[in-house]
């Protein structure tokens, strides 16, 4: 009849909605489902696209011109008893002094991108002393041990003898002495040295040494000589920042296998993003000689709240070939190699016997420290090196790149300056060379770069999750309902029938469906969110047509 139709066309109309808000809600599941697996992911890409350093990029400017002040504490082993250390034998006694604090200014200049994705430059650094920070003046008096002699005297112990001979009298000729009094000043950025004024005299031009007097950072203010050239990124994410090529070339020369004359570190101030614990970053610099492996020590907070990575250089960095076998190829010449804890740099340094060590000897055998009075036993958060990392976008946060530089002396009894200086590693300064933090407008981006990312997640995810359920929740709730419903309108349906009716009135009929409906219209338009269907649904309307 008619107005079974009409049920029919209602009922069937009414499921077919309720099944496409049902399909609605499974999809709106599935999406949040692909942004929670995935979302990491796609920020990871829109890291790598944003990141390589081109002349657009927001990282470019920040790299070329680190809006921050590096500072350099540097601390002077000032020797106290130096005569009575000569004549007497007894334990050399020294006095740490400082800090003598330089706040830097970096730059990188003469900058070129080259067509295969790399840029090369000039470090340009400017040191400028800072009295405010500092423990004394750059013209506090120091006793230091005499470098540029005790290297010529320890070079000779295996030449001919009467070439110590000779070395002796040209001493006694120019009057120097194991041991200079000289400013802090002058220690640092140069002081004329009688010997290398001899040396530069004398030495044919192709041998000369590339300065003419001596300082232990002599050279250092200003823009460097070394031509530069690190990858952008742009054809190679993992390999951002890292060095092509140091003067052209692409490896060390000194050592004695590919690993260990590998230059492919990062200056320190960017990693390639996407760091791992279990990974191994690496820096190089020059000084050091070689680049030096950091490893995952901790999850640290630095300034403005960034949460980071600490990486510090593992325990047997400077083994011995002991205990670290594979340092075995920074020892051409031995054995005998450097003793457990040091880093020989001698061929980095005109072969001066530098050894280099953390401050305090830390993570060398302690008997090194006690064979000179007067330093403290080393503390990890004072002497440690470390770097502080923002591991999705590789920026370094917080840096302390600390270094003790040691004269290993040789004793050597034919040149009778020296005759009574014994076999010993002997301290002459040490220096932290880092920043604390970065701007604040940096520190906030990158503090919302490493928030926002989890929190957008989870809202884009639980919150497709949430509508989905809950959309869902409400269709089957409705479907149920709707199918109880039928059961009983069926019944009274049937009931209208089977009675018998004394006026037959279709339009009481028509007023009782159209009632029932309206009830069901009302249910439904409290139940549906308005957002997806108006109250003018398609229920009632095709009731009350
Ligand atoms: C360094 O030690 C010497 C003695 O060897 C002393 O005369 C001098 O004052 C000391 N320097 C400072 C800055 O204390
Ligand atoms: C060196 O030692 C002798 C005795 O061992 C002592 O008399 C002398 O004072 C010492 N010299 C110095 C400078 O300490
Ligand atoms: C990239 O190009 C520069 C300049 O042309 C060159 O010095 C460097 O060796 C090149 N690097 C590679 C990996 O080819
Ligand atoms: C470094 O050079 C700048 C000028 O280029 C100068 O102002 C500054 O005093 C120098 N620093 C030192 C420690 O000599
Ligand atoms: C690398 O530099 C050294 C000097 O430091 C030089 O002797 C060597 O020839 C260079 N190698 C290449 C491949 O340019
Ligand atoms: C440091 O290295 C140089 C060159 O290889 C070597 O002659 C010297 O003996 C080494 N010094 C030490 C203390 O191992």
């Given at each position: 009849m008619h107005r079974q139709r009409l049920f029919k066309k209602f009922t069937s109309s009414f499921l077919r909605k309720w099944w496409f808000v049902i399909l609605v809600s499974l999809v709106l599941v599935a999406i949040g489902a692909i942004v929670f697996v995935f979302f990491f992911h796609w920020v990871d890409l829109v890291i790598d696209h944003e990141l390589p350093l081109s002349e657009s990029s927001m990282t470019f400017q920040w790299w070329r011109k680190p809006p921050v002040n590096p500072v350099m504490r540097i601390y002077v082993y000032n020797v106290t008893n130096a005569d009575e250390f000569l004549n007497n034998g007894s334990k050399p006694i020294v006095e740490e002094l400082g800090p003598y604090v330089y706040v830097e200014t970096w730059e990188k200049v003469h900058l070129r991108f080259n067509e295969n994705k790399t840029v090369s430059f000039n470090q340009r650094k400017i040191f400028v002393f800072d009295p405010e920070q500092s423990a004394g003046t750059e013209d506090d008096m120091v006793v230091v041990p005499n470098i540029p002699m005790l290297s010529a005297t320890s070079q000779s112990k295996h030449a001919a003898r009467f070439l110590r001979l000779a070395m002796a009298s040209i001493m006694d000729i120019l009057k120097v002495k194991p041991f200079v009094e000289v400013s802090v000043g002058q220690l640092l950025w140069g002081y004329e040295d009688p010997l290398i004024k001899l040396a530069k005299d004398v030495v044919p031009n192709d041998q000369k040494l590339p300065y003419e007097q001596f300082g232990?950072?002599?050279?250092?203010?200003?823009?460097?000589?070394d031509r530069v050239t690190i990858f952008t990124g742009a054809s190679d994410i993992t390999r951002y920042g890292l060095i092509d090529r140091f003067n052209g070339n692409s490896s060390l020369t000194h050592w004695k296998t590919p690993a260990c004359n590998r230059l492919d570190g990062s200056d320190g101030s960017i990693f390639p993003p996407h760091i791992k614990k279990s990974d191994t970053i690496y820096v190089y610099d020059k000084d050091l000689c070689r680049i030096l492996p950091l490893v995952f020590e901790s999850e640290v907070e630095t300034a403005g709240g960034v949460p980071g990575y600490r990486f510090t250089p593992p325990v047997d960095v400077f083994g011995d070939t002991t205990e670290n076998p594979e340092n075995e190829c920074f020892c051409p010449g031995g054995p005998p190699c450097a003793p457990s804890g040091f880093f020989n740099v001698s061929l980095c340094q005109y072969d001066s016997p530098v050894l280099l060590s953390f401050p305090h000897f830390y993570l060398a055998p302690e008997r090194y420290r006690l064979a000179v009075e007067g330093i403290s036993p080393p503390k990890k958060e004072d002497h440690q090196f470390f770097l502080d990392v923002q591991p999705q976008m590789g920026v370094s946060l917080r840096a302390r790149a600390r270094v003790q530089i040691n004269l290993a002396v040789s004793q050597v009894v034919d040149i009778k300056q020296v005759a009574t200086f014994p076999d010993i590693i002997f301290p002459i300064m040490w220096f932290e060379d880092g920043i604390n933090e970065l701007p604040t407008e940096v520190t906030s981006l990158l503090s919302l770069a490493t928030r926002a990312p989890p929190i957008a997640r989870a809202a884009i995810s639980y919150g497709l999750f949430a509508v989905g359920a809950l959309l869902l929740l409400m269709a089957v709730g409705c479907l149920v309902r709707s199918s109880r419903r039928q059961e009983t309108l069926r019944l009274q349906a049937s009931n209208h029938y089977t009675k018998p009716t004394p006026t037959p009135n279709p339009h009481a009929a028509a007023a009782a469906a159209a009632a029932v409906n309206g009830k069901n219209g009302k249910t439904m338009e409290t139940l549906n969110p308005t957002f997806l269907m108006g109250p003018n649904d398609n229920g009632n309307a095709a009731a009350n047509s």
């Open positions: 232990l950072l002599y050279g250092k203010n200003g823009t460097s000589k």
